[in-house]
């Protein structure tokens, strides 16, 4: 059985440019959420997509975007970039969208924005 | 709204030390409690996990009970190992199917 996948596993921008990270959802799971991870941070809630519709966002702007598509999964998307947005972005899946559904954590995606 | 509070860091022990982390939580209804480990330069990796009041979760010698009583999800080990240093999250898993982390805490172990 395959984890979580995410890509690039790096990733270096400048101020005002845009990115697209990716994510691949362990088999069998339909629910993918996105964290952001700031240096030595808990990570923080991003948005959940649940067989292809948003279903819940945390407090970021609209310049976060994502998508998932019919094979679950899933696209990030930053607009705008800001020096701020510079995390690690982590992406995992689960079996469903509720709060006892456990959630599997790919290996992230590091973002440096200069 | 809903949020969880762990110890701070860094913990440092020696090898064969008793481990407590501490994690209290606020919520409204009744939430998971999961911990989560971060090693150096990866992503976060399920510990243990509870779904209902006096739930113990356990796994690799990791314990930790669900207290309903005290919004309590404490972590504990008897015996630690070199190669348990990681960053550790208390998380809780809210209604809304998000998932709502502490701030880390850093355990060192020396031999």
């Known amino acids: 059985e395959t984890g979580v996948t995410q890509s690039p596993t790096h990733l270096i921008k400048t101020r005002g440019q845009q990115v697209t990270l990716r994510c691949s959802s362990q088999s069998g799971h339909n629910t993918v959420s996105w964290y952001q991870q700031a240096l030595g941070q808990g990570p923080q809630f991003i948005f959940q997509?649940?067989?292809?519709?948003?279903?819940g966002r945390g407090n970021f702007p609209p310049r976060f975007s994502g998508l998932q598509f019919p094979n679950y999964s899933s696209e990030l998307n930053v607009n705008a970039l800001e020096l701020d947005d510079s995390a690690l972005y982590l992406c995992?899946?689960?079996?469903?969208?509720?709060?006892?559904?456990?959630?599997?954590f790919g290996p992230g995606t590091r973002l440096t924005v200069l | 709204g809903d949020s969880v509070t762990q110890m701070e860091g860094p913990v440092t022990l020696s090898e064969e030390a008793f481990l407590t982390i501490n994690c209290t939580y606020t919520a409204t209804g009744y939430p998971s409690l999961f911990w989560y480990v971060q090693y150096p330069g990866e992503g976060l990796q399920l510990l243990l996990k509870?779904?209902?009041?006096?739930d113990k979760g356990s796994n690799k010698g990791f314990e930790a009970t669900y207290r309903k009583e005290t919004t309590s999800f404490h972590l504990e080990k008897g015996s630690v190992q070199v190669s348990d240093s990681a960053v550790y999250f208390c998380a809780l898993g809210a209604w809304t199917g998000k998932l709502i982390f502490g701030q880390g805490t850093t355990l060192q172990v020396k031999p």
């Open positions: 997509y649940y067989r292809e519709e948003e279903n």
């Open positions: 995992a899946s689960s079996s469903g969208q509720r709060g006892t559904d456990t959630q599997y």
């Open positions: 509870a779904t209902k009041a006096d």
